[in-house]
């Protein structure tokens, strides 16, 4: 026997009326929370954007930083985009074979605990704050030898390795076994295997994971401070001597009180803004391929 | 043209007989119901009454749009964003398909037990309890779990546990919680999607008693592949099957009568088919 | 070769089923090399960290961690992390607390309410928002954040809670420890609400199901099914948002105003672990004043190796629960 009254109504439900309104409510809520998020990022481009648009020009590429100038001379930040060009690659080639041979070993070779204690400590490098690295890069490099490229771009390689090594620890993991079993079958030992036909197939994703630490680093300030940033004013391409970067030049520009500095640090932020989306971007793009490539879904 | 057929299934049934035509009552009331996946009709056309504690079973081959229809009847294909339907379906004499009708306040009249076992990740207890406590069921709450856990035929087996996970019970211990879930808060109808298809014969007895034990409190209406089943425990039965026409393939309802005269002498040549075992 | 030769030739090389090939040898040494070579990498950190503050640990010990104190005037100098330590705390707790609701609603606008045309395109747009370096939302909250919230909100909350110790009188700059909370809310932001987004997607259809099919709504559906059943990974998201918060020292630095000593107005200006490093390393003047630094970095690097643990912990605890878990992934 049903508790609900059958006549008049049978589908009143007492009490469904303020349920009804606190699910209403809490969908209001869930669907603000999403505006605000989007809002957010809509004004933070919005600014960068409207703020860096008007100094961003050609100069702001080519020609160097003219400190303390009181003259309206065309000056610019090619010192730091270049720095950053330099420091980056070198990091990149320093971190992306580590990367691959660690995941390449965590995946291939190494047995179940030796695999688990090291995607540990591959986690634990991932959460050491970027500062607390700059630290440490000092301590390595720069104490008794003074700040250089090569520092900032070993820092940087710290900071992009455990993100190289999960992305293609990943997709190595989707590589079907029976691929490897066809190889091994044939004859063919492990080393030719896992190098001749496992990898190409995962170039995909490990393009799309060195775009993605690529555009998280390039945007790194803190280790940079502590190993690259006692700098001249003129563009270098040599990184045994401290290079300027971008992030480090925003930093710096914005604690000054010059507006002419705020401009130029909205320009190169607006930049340095652009590479990391359009890298994003890629990055993802990229994925979805290999992703369908390999499992062809 | 019907003849009577030897019955081929020879199954023990505490089927009663059923009262007079005139003295049941109608619940659902379903005309030209069609019932759409995305462009693709699941099943057309469809138009059946049930009626107030009885149970009714809906068999058929595979594919044939049981479950869509059945999942109708409580608005359960709303959750499908490609699904759509036209036709109506009265219950208690007030169309439920209208865009006026709050699917909320529907499905709390007419429940729903699924084909796999899906209790939630709480305590036994919790798994009971939660439904009443939403929705507002305060008074005597041991009392209440303990009546539906026993109308589910499971309260010996757990009443010295109920603080246990419910993933810790057995497939068919877990399917008879999930109807204990559904009966504790008292709707007016529980549909069953198949509900015995993953268990063992022993958990499958079990439920088919407890809804000859429930039908005078509940109504039910049991979708169901096995034949014998629906032989042992419906009192109507409808059968549905699949029509395939130069467009597509859909479901359509062939005949609906009571349970004795589908399996003994069925009005349409399909149905003897079906239930003689010669396609299906 | 004709089938006879080749049978020859096989017959005539042994059948080395037991030596290891020289490549495979060779690629284990070298790939493995890598894998220890990342332990060592991480000890050095750790050792490197402790050596860099060894003369402050030698000099202050223990009582480091909190003295509220940070006087590098000479022959004066006395250093201590308390005030940073509470900066830290008051920061990192209160952007958490901003972030939390915030992420669980866009999440939950995305995998529940959200129309499918847009589901696609807003995920990315929440996703960006992670992308956007510290520097130039540090940028951003200096020169637009600041003093927007300097004028507006700052004197409202005064006026309207002042009562409060929270919420004393604004400053004058815009940069305040107040400035510093919405910064990290808005990094926390995508982190937790990316995994709270696949945590859901996770939750069984059936599970849901079930709970519909009793009659209730879908906020009851959420609260009392999806929530319990991710509330591990959720757990876990929110961890990893903390040492976001904790370790951000660019945007902090930026927009935080610098100060020591524990005052509870929001509107002041403080310092936290990460962003006081960033300030006063440059113009750090003794060995000693660089050493307490690098001590406030050590004291930062044990809380953050405490939090990933936790982290970890809880996703491993929670995959066991319910088979595989996709969190940890910042």
Known sequence: MSTQDLAPNPLEVRGLGRRKATNRVMEGLAWLSALIAVGILGVVIFSVARRGLPALNFDLLTKDPIPFSLTNQPQGLANAFVGTIVIVSLATLMALPVGILVAIYLNEFAPAAIRNAVTMILDILNGVPAIVIGIFVFGLFVVGHGQSGWAGAFALACLMLPLVSRSTMEILALVPNALREASLGLGVPRWRTTLSIVLPQTVGGIVTGTVLAVARVAGETAPLLFVSSFVGTQTSWNPLHALQTVPVAIFELSESPDPADHARAWAAALVLLLFILFASLSARWLANRSRRKITGR | ?280 | MSTAELSADAARRPFTGRRVRFGDLALQVVAGGAALGVTILVALIIWKVIEGARLSIQTYGLEFIWRVAWNPVLGHELYGAGSFIFGTAVTSLFALLLAAPISMGIALYLTELAPAVIRGPVTALVETLAAVPSVVLGLWGILVLGPALRTTIQPWLHDAFGFIPLFGPPSSAGASIFTAIIILTIMILPIVSSISRELFLGVPTELKEAGYGLGVTRWEVVRGVMFPYASGGLAAALILGLGRALGEAIAVTQVIGGGVGIHWNLFSGGDTLASKIAASYQGSTTKLQTASLIYLGLILLVFSLIVNLIAQWIVRRSARKHGIVRGGHA
Not at chain 2, 157 to 168: C, F, G, I, M, W
Not at chain 2, 237 to 261: C, N, P
Request: with cysteine; net charge negative.
């Open chain 2, 1 to 280: 043209m019907s003849t009577t057929i030897e019955p081929t299934l020879r199954v023990e049934t505490r089927r009663q007989p059923m009262p007079p035509r005139e003295r049941l009552e109608q619940i659902f009331d379903i005309q030209g119901l069609d019932a759409v996946y995305g462009g693709k009709p699941a099943v057309k056309g469809v138009t059946m009454e049930v009626y107030k504690n009885l149970v009714t079973a809906i068999i058929g081959p595979s594919g044939c749009g049981k479950s869509t229809f059945i999942r109708c009847l409580n608005r359960m294909n709303d959750l499908i964003p490609s699904f759509t339907q036209t036709g109506t379906i009265r219950y208690h004499g007030q169309d439920i398909c209208g865009s006026n009708i709050d699917a909320v306040a529907v499905r709390r009249n007419i429940g729903m037990v699924f084909q796999r076992p899906n209790p939630f990740p709480k305590s036994i207890h919790d798994n009971v309890a939660w439904g009443m406590k939403v929705l507002g069921i305060k008074d005597n709450m041991n009392d209440r779990i303990e009546r539906a856990l026993t109308q589910a035929a499971l309260w010996d087996e757990v009443k010295d546990r109920l603080k246990a996970s419910a993933l810790s019970l057995s497939g068919g211990q877990q399917q008879r919680l999930c109807i204990a879930r559904a009966i504790a808060v008292e709707p007016d109808v529980v549909l069953m999607d198949e509900p015995a298809s993953a268990l063992d014969p022993i958990a499958t007895q079990a439920i088919e008693e407890l809804m000859h034990n429930l039908k005078s409190e509940y109504t039910f209406v049991i979708v169901t592949h096995n034949m014998q089943q629906a032989a042992r425990v419906a009192d109507m039965t409808a059968f549905f099957s699949l029509e395939v026409d130069t467009a597509d393939r859909h479901g359509i309802l062939v005949e609906y009568a009571e349970t004795a005269t589908i399996f003994t002498h069925p009005a349409d040549k399909r149905t003897e088919d079906y239930v003689t075992g010669r396609f299906g």
